[in-house]
């Protein structure tokens, strides 16, 4: 069984990464921005807290991330393992899961800010099946329109100048001190996020002492829709 966090500013490929990493070793992706993402899509009253949260650039409170994860890890569907990202964001999330789980490594991609700027802002996300785009690295093959579906592509709320910066900021002032908590317990390790995913891929791959990929990692990865939670509804906070 292999458990891993991933951890990164946003738009440094987690999610690539994540799904890249799982569909290799059969373990399974665990992003809380999809389980927030489904909620807010599905309309629930979680959705309608975290889509005000979101849409202001601002985090989610610990107490209703917590009480997520805790729920998503409950669903004993991870019989070989998991990844999860977009947690732990802060010190104290990060105390709580080093309480309540063992891990076997911390994935840190680095990416300066310039990068992160260039790379959100070219986010486009399909409104109709949800698929992830980027308009530098696998641009759509008609311009504004999904690929699989021919749905709009569009701009995530959280995806703006004003919002980028407040993340920024967050995680340079709050995520960094989790980290150096996973570092100290020698659990992390750190990969440059600039390259091509398969690069990466193969870093991480190298740095966690995992044998390579059983195939070459595709971009189409990158595409892939969220996926519903395990528990749809999360506790209310």
């Known amino acids: 069984m292999r458990k891993y966090v991933i951890m990164g500013v946003q738009g440094s490929g987690k999610g690539t990464q994540s799904q890249l990493l799982a569909a290799d070793l059969d373990i399974v992706h665990i992003s809380v921005g999809d389980i927030f993402r489904w909620n807010v899509q599905n309309h629930t009253k979680t959705g309608a807290f975290v889509r005000r949260t979101m849409?202001?650039?601002?985090?989610v409170g610990d107490d209703l991330v917590e009480s997520v994860v805790r729920d998503r890890l409950t669903s004993h569907d991870w019989n070989y393992g998991f990844i999860i990202d977009g947690f732990p964001r802060n010190r104290r999330q990060a105390e709580f899961f080093l309480e309540s789980y063992d891990i076997d490594g911390v994935i840190e991609l680095e990416l300066p800010d310039s990068e992160v700027?260039?790379?959100v802002l070219n986010r486009r996300l399909c409104a109709d099946c949800d698929i992830d785009y980027n308009l530098i690295a696998n641009s759509p093959k008609v311009p504004g329109r999904c690929d699989s579906c021919g749905g709009e592509l569009v701009t995530r709320e959280d995806d703006t100048e004003e919002a980028l910066a407040v993340r920024l900021r967050d995680y340079h002032t709050e995520t960094h001190p989790a980290l150096e908590l996973?570092?100290?317990k020698?659990?992390?390790v750190s990969?440059?996020?600039r390259p091509a995913p398969e690069v990466v891929q193969a870093e991480i791959r190298k740095r966690l002492?995992?044998?390579?990929a059983k195939a070459a990692p595709q971009h189409e990865a990158a595409r892939a829709p969220a996926q519903a939670p395990a528990s749809k509804e999360p506790a209310s906070a």
Request: cysteine-free; hydrophobic content about 40%.
């Open 55 to 59: 849409a202001a650039g601002e985090l």
């Open 117 to 119: 700027r260039r790379r």
């Open 182 to 184: 996973f570092r100290r």
């Open 186 to 188: 020698e659990y992390v």
């Open 191 to 193: 990969v440059d996020a």
């Open 209 to 212: 002492g995992l044998p390579p």
